[in-house]
């Protein structure tokens, strides 16, 4: 029996801690988690997902191979992990199509950034395989220090917002 794959962002906390739970509530090993981070071997195995936003939720692969990201993922597997069994009443009431990415989404924005070698908002594939660089530069004296300030680098890639 093919095995379900959830692929998630190893530098996100609340990811990894996701990823955890599913391990735990995981007892008949029916999912195979996967860190995107390691984008070779995730292109490599699953090529259909270059230029995919991966780092942007997590994507379950299906038995038959249809991918899903972010609520409509984790709603998949719900139905296959028996403890959560008990919210598929609640992730199928009505309404939920349309609030139930839109809270997912909120969630993921609200947790901490991707901060790996890859974090870009940028898909997969191999253009990324080298250093990321910002969507957006910022300007200016403050700018130039807070890039300078080693333990900031990282985790400013993705908080770059383009003004005008």
Known sequence: MNRIVMLYDG??????QSQRVVGWLDWLGRVERQ?????RAVLARFPELEGA????????????????????GLRY?????????LLLPLLYLPGMDWLGPRVYRW???A??????????TAPMGPANWTSPQPLCTPKGPEAVRLLQAPELQKMLWLNFRCQG
């Open 11 to 16: 530098y996100c906390i609340l990811c990894r």
């Open 35 to 39: 860190d995107v981070q390691q984008q």
């Open 107 to 109: 969630v993921a924005r």
């Open 77 to 85: 597997l719900a139905w296959h992990l028996p403890l959560l069994w």
């Open 111 to 120: 947790a901490m950034p991707s901060i790996g070698p890859w974090a870009t």
């Open 53 to 72: 936003d991966v780092l942007g939720e997590i994507y379950i692969q299906r038995r038959e191979g249809r991918w899903q990201p972010g609520f409509y």
